[in-house]
């Protein structure tokens, strides 16, 4: 099995990187008709820089505005007006699913993909790949791409704007970093390349979980205050580009597959991607038999900054077996990463896991 590696062409960030935005597209060549997909808050703090910036580049912008959820229908609906429109590069500004859907389009037309993340919500902006939802907020598919985003820019003024809360749940996406990665690696399974993972990729995976817990605690509170300081850049990095790189290349197993399995209940739809996967982890280590020491230790981290560690912190009123089976079924189901585990994975075995977890968090919480 060859080892595979991939990433951004270019990732920049900073304080105000918003404004070099045209600079750094003008580096590429590139020209013409800009189309800019957007969440509602975004376009509203951003507009009139992108609208002052970019004609000056030469560039002509299109802002178009995101519906709110990454799926087929919305992707196809921005595909359509991007050829219409004739345009020559597809910027994504937003969380994760607004970036996701951005480079969706950009794939489907051949176009220079840009990822102008604002929130430091998910691991997202680095990546080649879409996770794809139904319209109820199901998960549906991933697509994959054949490169990863051509320039990813994330200005950290504006993160320090945004919701405490989503700064928290990109610490949960980028805490199953490391462990899944290390999973594939001692299963020597692939990684979501179709390869194996180089060094440089485990070491990038530790790098983030070194990240999140010495700067985790320190960059939330600078969020809560809109500051931007030196541990928020670190832990910006953390979320957005190590963990980019290091589930990519090193791989993913049970925690993104829970992830999956708790988007078939509706109640979880008002949670974010990073707070399932933070409990999907619980359900991770569970499974693998982690030391009491390493769950508590990860247990306590997600209280200190907020995420969830049962399921009554996800919505999930009702934690029978009967009303769990159908998560367990899906986190199992064919082609999901929890078989990337070093041993056969089935629904009995994650309900066993997700049951224990819940109880253990529950305990601790208590």
Known sequence: MLTVFCSPSRYVQGK????????????????????????????????????????????????????????????????????????????????????????????????????CPTVASSDAPCSALSVVYRENGEFDQYFFYKRNPDLVLVDTAVIAQAPPRLLVAGMGDALATWFEADTVINARKRNQLGGGTTISARALARLCHETLMNDGLAALNSVRKKAVTPALERLVEANTLLSGLGFESGGLAIAHSVHNGLTTLPETHHYLHGEKVAFGLLVQLVAEGKPSSLIAEIMQFCSQVGLPISLAQLGVKDHSRESLQGVAVRASAPGETAHNEPFAVDADLLLDAIMAADALGSQFAA
Do not use: H, Y
């Open 16 to 115: 105000n990187a918003t404004d070099a935005l045209a600079d750094e597209m003008a580096k590429f060549g590139w020209s013409g008709k800009v189309m800019i997909i957007a969440c509602k808050s975004a376009a509203k703090l951003l507009s009139d820089t992108w609208q002052s910036n970019l004609p000056k580049a030469g560039f002509t912008v299109l802002i178009e505005k995101f519906s709110g959820e990454c799926s087929t229908s919305e992707i196809d609906r921005l595909t359509q007006i991007a050829a219409a429109q004739k345009v020559s590069v597809v910027v994504g500004a937003g969380g994760g699913k607004v970036l996701d859907t951005s480079r969706a389009v950009a794939a489907r037309l051949d176009l220079p993909a840009v990822n």
